[in-house]
């Protein structure tokens, strides 16, 4: 009991640090590739800093088609997502990543030939609907090339789960370094990461050292303790939470059609993670 608790408040941590990443996206009113160089080149520095640490016996820079598409895939996830963040409601972002769980489940039927269970497909079907609305509720607005990017990086979160299921006996944590000095060779020459002012190197620096690598780690460990149902409700915490940072500090309300189709998503997502969770404990018994 004590290391389930361990992983609840480890986990939910993680998520609650995770949730002001949107936040800080925003605060420092960047060009998204001045902002996605430090963020690729900070994380690679990081999670070389955590296997040294860990005096991890795994390859720095594995260069094999698994890890080298996980790494691509990782890259896609951030780009878009940093986009996202600067062209979308944060709610509308938030929304559409997290269907990833479900998108997952498509990919992994199509790839992997894991075939989901009835509840799974209909899960599906229903998310599929409530970001169908997010995405009608801003087919007029400037914010609709915002969450079409948003559900690109939903596709390529959910892509990379599979990628790594295939080989899960690997540790795929170096593909992160990879991945992050990919985001800055790219974002070198794409924007101007010099380019900072004033408060914005402050909150950069917060993003990319504290915020994210703290939040991974959390997010890395704490679900270790705990089943794959329950780690699904707790990440929804972001998607709740995330919005509510940028409505007290930036005035953002969520639009009309991101708290109708949101509500959709996220109810389905935890009856979802509450059914799995029941025959989780039905089966254990």
């Given amino acids: 009991m004590s290391e389930y608790i361990k992983g609840i408040l480890l986990t939910s941590a993680g998520v609650l640090i995770l949730s002001i990443d949107s936040l800080l996206i925003r605060l420092i009113a960047a060009d998204s590739f001045d902002l996605l160089f430090w963020r690729g080149l900070l994380m690679s520095i990081a999670i070389s800093f955590v296997l040294k640490i860990q005096r991890s016996t795994s390859s720095w820079l594995p260069m094999d088609a698994v890890s080298l598409r996980s790494s691509f895939l990782m890259a896609i996830h951030i780009v878009a997502f940093v986009m996202a963040?600067?062209?979308?409601?944060?709610?509308?972002?938030?929304?559409?990543?997290?269907?990833?769980?479900?998108?997952?489940?498509?990919?992994?039927?199509?790839?992997?030939?894991?075939?989901?269970?009835?509840?799974?497909?209909?899960?599906?079907?229903?998310?599929?609907?409530?970001?169908?609305?997010?995405?009608?509720?801003?087919?007029?607005?400037?914010?609709?090339?915002?969450?079409?990017?948003?559900?690109?990086?939903?596709?390529?979160?959910?892509?990379?789960?599979?990628?790594?299921?295939?080989?899960?006996?690997?540790?795929?944590?170096?593909?992160?370094?990879?991945?992050?000095?990919?985001?800055?060779?790219?974002?070198?020459?794409?924007?101007?990461?010099?380019?900072?002012?004033?408060?914005?190197?402050?909150?950069?620096?917060?993003?990319?050292?504290?915020?994210?690598?703290?939040?991974?780690?959390?997010?890395?460990?704490?679900?270790?303790?705990?089943?794959?149902?329950?780690?699904?409700?707790?990440?929804?915490?972001?998607t709740a939470v995330g919005p509510l940072w940028v409505w007290l500090f930036l005035s953002e309300e969520p639009s009309s059609a991101a708290l109708q189709g949101g509500s959709l998503v996220i109810g389905t997502l935890l009856l979802h993670s509450l059914y799995q969770w029941r025959q989780n404990q039905l089966e254990s018994v």
């Fill in 85 to 238: 963040i600067n062209l979308s409601n944060v709610a509308n972002v938030l929304v559409i990543l997290s269907a990833a769980p479900l998108f997952a489940a498509v990919l992994g039927w199509i790839f992997l030939r894991e075939m989901p269970q009835p509840i799974t497909w209909a899960a599906i079907l229903l998310a599929m609907i409530g970001i169908g609305w997010v995405l009608a509720g801003s087919w007029s607005e400037p914010n609709f090339k915002g969450d079409l990017l948003a559900l690109i990086c939903c596709i390529g979160l959910a892509a990379r789960f599979v990628n790594d299921r295939s080989v899960s006996h690997r540790d795929m944590t170096p593909s992160l370094i990879v991945a992050g000095l990919m985001l800055a060779l790219v974002s070198f020459f794409a924007g101007s990461p010099m380019g900072f002012s004033g408060n914005s190197w402050w909150y950069m620096v917060a993003l990319c050292l504290f915020v994210s690598p703290l939040a991974l780690t959390l997010i890395t460990i704490g679900p270790m303790r705990l089943p794959a149902a329950e780690v699904g409700m707790l990440m929804l915490l972001e």
